[in-house]
Structure formats: C-alpha cells, structure tokens
C-alpha cells in the first residue's frame, strides 16, 4: 500500500515539503523494491542478490541525501541533512 501524503495548511511549509519528498521515495524508490532490497538480508540469498541490494539501497540511500531527508536531526558535520531544527521553526 502506497503512502498517500497531503499538505497540512497548518505545517510549516518545510514540514510538507519533507512529508512530500518522503512519501515520493518510499513510493517510487522502496516499495516496490521491497523483495530486491531484503535479500541481501535471506540466509539463503545468493552473493549476486546481496551485491544488487547493496547497490539498491546504496542507490535510495543517495536519493534520499539529495532529497535532504537524510538524518534531518543531525547537522552536516554529523553526515545529516540540519534541516529539521531549521525547518521547525516557522
């Protein structure tokens, strides 16, 4: 079942946004993928299957990075995106 994310007119623009970005990846991107992206994690999963997820998740892992979702509690020096105490603020 896909996310289905409305703005809130009472969020903080930011808020939205990142509610938006995030409900997009998770659709597009993480579930459906979901079988790829744990069979990394099977005991029973091949070398090749555990290789593509790696490479899947590390894909996703740079969108949602570019995207600025990644860590938005840490600030950059922590390897976060800093956007959500910035972005809280209204």
């Known amino acids: ?25 998770v659709n597009h991107d993480i579930l459906p993928n979901e079988k790829k992206l744990w069979a990394g994690w099977r005991d029973n999963s091949t070398e090749e299957e555990r290789r593509s997820s790696r490479e899947l998740r590390e894909s996703i892992k740079q969108k949602v990075k570019k995207a600025g979702l990644w860590a938005p509690h840490l600030p950059p020096e922590y390897g976060g995106s ?9």
Not at 19 to 25: D, E, M, N, P
């Open 82 to 90: 800093g956007s959500a105490s910035s972005s809280m603020r209204t």
């Open 1 to 25: 079942m896909q996310m289905n994310v409305k703005p809130i007119p009472t969020l903080n623009p930011r808020i939205n946004e990142i509610r938006g970005l995030t409900a997009k990846i």
